[in-house]
């Protein structure tokens, strides 16, 4: 297969994850006889240095050429500490979300045997949790009203969803649940938000197209408290974009550590991949972040290009690394930390 991928590397972390999710694809590509083109890109701070813009008009044409996009992390300290700032890199991950039409954020939630015990969670409660939150990403609070009025006193931030935005998301989630366990959960605010109550409705009428899915309605502030109480009992969630945000850092704590779930992002068009972790600007240029989120987004990549047997293989090789210790210093334990790079070259050659 010939895939052209665009790369964006962004801040922070970024470009050395990336680094390693390019050789552990690379060395696929070898192995399975595919031809990767590799097109890099200006994405959030990284790009308003060179361009004053974090989502500049040539990365977007960048994207909608290429197969897919694998894509780093956006952020920068500089921006964080200065609320006047006019431009943010943030931003253009918004815009860059909003021009793909990247309206679904798939993000998984599961557990590697080796690393159980890493969990802050008791192992009975999580042993065996494989559950995708599935987050919208193109609507909601993020993209709803806002504003400053009473001469700045006041502030507003509003959520509105359509109809359809609703429905596409759940016909995701439902087709998600029929390859999978079957079930399917929605998670809002209907016992306060209007929005919420367009959601349930949305669902409930979906239901009778669907009839092997069993579906349930939970609240949110329940869903937080459940997610980490009995994962086990979720199979698919569909979530409004910030309750997506929050559930799935919250989520991440279940694996044993952010540094290893991935995410794809997908649309009509074009799809996104990247680790659900951020920019981590503490660690950025000193080779000790983990790359496996990002290289376990290039799996879902492979995936979904139909190329199970690739993905496979990147999986394989990663829970190889784990149970040989081939970990960097968030997962080393006492043990020897090794470097971002010398994970993704142990990563490369042993498959
Ligand atoms: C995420 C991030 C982003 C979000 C930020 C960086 C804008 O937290 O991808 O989850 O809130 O969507
Ligand atoms: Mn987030």
């Not at 979720?234 to 779930?261: K, R």
């Not at 659900?276 to 979904?304: R, W």
């Not at 993905?311 to 080393?332: C, F, H, P, Q």
């Amino acid at each position: 297969m010939n895939l052209k991928i665009a790369l964006l590397a962004g801040d922070g972390i970024g470009p050395e994850v990336i680094d390693q999710a390019v050789k552990v694809s690379n060395a696929i590509a070898e192995k399975f006889n595919h031809n990767i083109e590799w097109t890099p890109a200006l994405t959030g701070a990284a790009a308003i240095d060179a361009v004053g813009e974090p989502y500049p008009d040539e990365t977007h044409d960048i994207c909608q050429a290429a197969d897919a996009v694998l894509f780093g992390a956006i952020g920068h300290p500089r921006f964080d500490n200065d609320p006047s700032a006019k431009v943010r890199p943030e931003q253009g991950l918004l815009k860059m979300r909003q021009k793909l039409g990247l309206f679904a954020n798939v993000r998984p939630t599961f557990t590697f045997p080796s690393l159980i015990d890493k969990s802050p969670l008791k192992r009975e409660r999580i042993e065996g949790t494989d559950l995708i939150i599935l987050r919208e990403l193109t609507g909601g609070v993020y993209f709803g009203d806002r504003g400053r009025k009473d001469g700045g006193d006041t502030a507003f931030d509003t959520m509105t969803y359509q109809r359809f935005e609703v429905e596409r998301l759940a016909r995701k989630g439902f087709e998600m649940a029929l390859k999978r366990g079957k079930k399917l959960c929605c998670v809002d605010k209907a016992n306060v938000l209007e929005a919420s109550r367009l959601w349930r409705e949305t669902v409930q009428a979906l239901e009778k197209e669907y009839p092997e899915v069993e579906v349930t309605y939970e609240f949110v502030d329940a869903v937080a408290m459940r997610l980490i109480q009995w994962p086990k009992g979720y199979d698919v969630i569909i979530t409004a974009n910030l309750f997506g945000d929050i559930l799935t850092d919250e989520a991440s704590v279940i694996s044993g550590s952010m540094g290893l779930m991935p995410s794809s992002s997908v649309g009509s068009e074009v799809s996104l991949y990247e680790p659900i972790h951020g920019s981590y600007p503490q660690a950025a240029g000193k080779d000790i972040a983990n790359p496996l989120a990002t290289v376990l987004s290039a799996a879902m990549m492979f995936e979904d290009f139909d190329l199970k047997e690739e993905a496979e293989a990147i999986r394989s090789v990663v829970n190889k690394s784990l149970a040989e210790g081939v970990v960097t210093e968030d997962l080393a334990d006492g043990g020897k930390a090794y470097k971002t790079s010398e994970v993704g070259d142990w990563l490369a050659t042993n498959i």
